[in-house]
């Protein structure tokens, strides 16, 4: 079941199309994330599902209910902003308790224990009567995510909640957050840019480039059978490679791309002369930046080599490399689409 | 050891680094402000402690000490007393106005509607006036014979008519009556500080990140409620800044009660400073006159102290 659907949901900013006719279904208890670059109009479409915008056409449901031309209070939602907009002049309680205040109906007794209980669940009951500019950024985002958690919510709305985090912090919070929303089994939107957060964190993707939808997907389907040309290059650390032939596009991902070792079946590959220019070490692995040759022109491409890897690899030599000719992806050159595996 | 010679010879001042030192361009550049201070105001101010402390006259200026008869004298006197309430009075009542008024005024111009632009220029339009060309202004409106306001009145009428809400005579006489020329002076004061308490108070609301705005409403809060828990919170550091300047300001200006009512009917609109013009400058009691002004002083230096503390704690987020 849908618990949030939107109908050709659009959004101009004057002559500006932020949104641009965005069809999606969230199903219950899922963690969606939609990604893409930033002016994409991830946010703008996050902010009209949570009712801070409104829409310039279409329609937004929630639970199976027309809520589009709803305030936000009414909704059954709760937001986690990328800033985590704390109330600095109240304490953790206090800022917990706001959505449950402003709700009303709620005695100082059963407020004070929904508070304890979301308190509880991000184990940050010692805070409660701490200021926010005496926390930590960590700290911070549990309590963004208690006071989201307070009310209850039907969708959890999670606005790039991870990125004021320093990148250390982000890999345990990517985790407890992931853990967090399986326990809870609360329906969760993730508006990222972070690739890696996407493909981590989300039980499906949505991909967005200038407004539109460009994939939906599991995170193996986006990355392994990417839809076109701007999801194979956006996802990936590096992006796939891609190759313009005459009447095609054809692109492989820089872990596929290795060494020939001899043992291959040689029609179940593609092998390609290699020329490095730069090795880049990176700890664990190394990119090799370098040109393919022997065509008409040269294809200046990326491999990702695993720097335990017994052979040497240097840059100003011409090696052979190989891709298996199953994870070979093939676009139109005129629109990037995916397209049948041709042959060359 | 021969290089060393120049690290050991005695270093010259080079004046064509002069504007590389720091030393000198400080002092340079404190220059005029510590002038203009002693000058405009250490020596007045200190001239006038000791004025208060002896027997100066216009006619007389010679310094005999005489301690503290001067304060005692014109604590005898009932002007004194007036124009001590009025001070208190007059500013207390006109901050208390101008701070609902000027918050209600943030409010509506940190919404976006069309003309607001226009709306901030008129606005601020009192601000900009020389103060006793808006008291001037202000003293045609309150006129005892042509007030606009009583044509106004009488024109819907309200007034001079037996039967009318504000009674049969044809004018109110705003500044001819104690309570009425109280009202108005305090009016006037409301209508000089309003655009400047608002324009302070609404930097104080913009500045405010919209991302706590965006959560109160996704957190189901009411205006009310944002209004009340979380913007005039946010902005109390800044209110209190706005209210002590005004304050100072209010306290300290004679110009409105000079033009409007010189202090009348009888002393009823006096205060200090005008009192002690008037003792002082016009009756040529110096003495006296610095011994009523100096009264202000200790108000205004308390006042001071709190704004600078609070101005150094003033963080919004």
Redesign the interface.
């Known amino acids: 079941m849908a618990v949030i659907e939107t109908k050709d949901l659009s959004k101009h900013f004057g002559e500006v199309v932020a949104v641009d006719g965005i069809d999606l279904s969230i199903r219950e208890g899922e963690l969606m994330v939609i990604l893409g670059p930033s002016g994409c109009g991830k946010t703008t479409l996050m902010?009209m599902i949570?009712?801070?915008e409104k829409p310039t056409g279409g329609d937004v449901m929630i639970g199976g209910e027309i809520v589009t031309d709803l305030?936000?209070?009414?909704r059954p939602?709760?937001?986690v902003?990328?800033?985590y907009?704390l109330?600095?002049?109240m304490t953790v309680f206090n800022n917990i308790a706001?959505?449950l205040?402003?709700?009303g109906g709620f005695s100082k007794e059963e407020m004070k224990e929904k508070v304890e209980w979301a308190a509880s669940i991000l184990d940050i009951q010692h805070l409660l009567s701490r200021k926010p500019r005496e926390l930590s950024g960590g700290e911070r985002q549990r309590v963004a995510l208690s006071?989201a958690l307070a009310?209850e919510p039907g969708v959890l709305l999670l606005d790039e909640p991870l990125s004021n985090l320093d990148a250390k912090l982000r890999a345990s919070a990517r985790d407890e957050l992931q853990r967090f929303q399986r326990r809870l089994g609360i329906t969760t939107i993730f508006v990222t840019h972070d690739q890696i957060e996407a493909l981590g964190m989300g039980d499906r993707i949505v991909v967005m480039s200038q407004g539109k939808i460009v994939q939906v997907g599991t995170p193996k389907e986006v990355y392994h059978d990417s839809a076109n040309t701007f999801v194979a290059t956006f996802l990936g650390s590096p992006g796939m490679n891609i190759l313009e032939m005459d009447d095609f596009l054809v692109g492989f991902r820089p872990e596929q791309f290795i060494l020939k070792i001899g043992a291959e079946i040689e029609d179940q590959i593609k092998t390609f002369s290699f020329r490095v220019n730069r090795v880049e070490y990176l700890g664990a692995d190394q990119l090799l930046y370098g040109v393919i040759e022997g065509y008409s022109k040269d294809y200046y491409v990326v491999a990702k080599f695993s720097s335990e890897s017994p052979n040497d690899i240097s840059a100003n030599n011409t090696y052979e490399f190989v891709v298996r000719r199953d994870q070979l992806r093939f676009f139109d050159k005129d629109n990037g689409l995916r397209i049948e595996p041709r042959s060359f | 050891m021969q290089e060393n010679a120049v690290f050991d010879s005695p270093r010259k001042f080079d004046f064509r680094y002069i504007t590389d030192n720091a030393r000198f361009l400080g002092w340079l550049f404190l220059l005029p402000a510590v002038l203009y201070i002693v000058l405009l105001i250490g020596v007045p101010f200190v001239l006038a402690i000791a004025f208060s402390l002896a027997d100066v006259t216009v006619g007389d200026t010679t310094l005999d000490f005489v301690g503290l008869q001067n304060y005692s004298r014109i604590m005898q006197t009932p002007e004194f007393w007036q124009s001590l309430k009025d001070s208190f009075g007059f500013a207390i009542t006109a901050q208390i106005i101008t701070l609902v008024l000027a918050n209600i005024l943030a409010v509506i111009l940190s919404s976006d509607f069309r003309g607001k632009w226009f709306a901030l220029v008129l606005i601020m339009l009192p601000w900009s006036t020389p103060i006793a060309l808006g008291a001037v202004g202000w003293l045609w409106l309150l006129d005892s014979k042509f007030s606009p306001i009583d044509w106004v009145l009488r024109y819907v009428g309200l007034l001079g008519d037996p039967n009318s809400l504000l009674g049969a005579p044809k004018n109110l006489y705003y500044l001819g009556k104690a309570q009425l020329a109280q009202a108005s002076i305090i009016m006037v004061y409301v209508w000089r500080m309003l655009p400047l308490s608002a324009v302070i108070l609404l930097a104080g609301l913009t500045s405010i990140?919209q991302?706590?705005l965006?959560?109160?409403?996704?957190?189901?809060?009411?205006f009310w409620?944002t209004l009340f828990?979380?913007k005039l919170?946010?902005i109390l550091p800044i209110m209190i800044i706005a209210l002590l300047f005004s304050f100072i300001y209010t306290v300290g200006d004679m110009a409105v009660v000079y033009v409007l009512t010189r202090g009348g009917p009888v002393y009823y609109t006096h205060v200090l400073p005008t009192w002690a013009f008037i003792k002082g400058i016009e009756s040529g009691a110096l003495a006296e006159g610095a011994a009523i002004a100096l009264f202000i002083f200790p108000v205004l230096l308390a006042a001071a102290i709190v704004i600078l503390r609070y101005s150094r704690r003033t963080e919004?987020?």
Request: charged share 25%.
């Open positions: 902010r949570a009712g801070l305030p936000p209070r009414v939602i709760a937001m902003f990328q800033s907009a109330y600095p002049h706001f959505p205040k402003a709700h006071r009310k | 990140p991302d706590l965006d959560q109160a409403e996704v957190d189901g809060s009411s409620r828990q979380i919170p946010l919004v987020v």
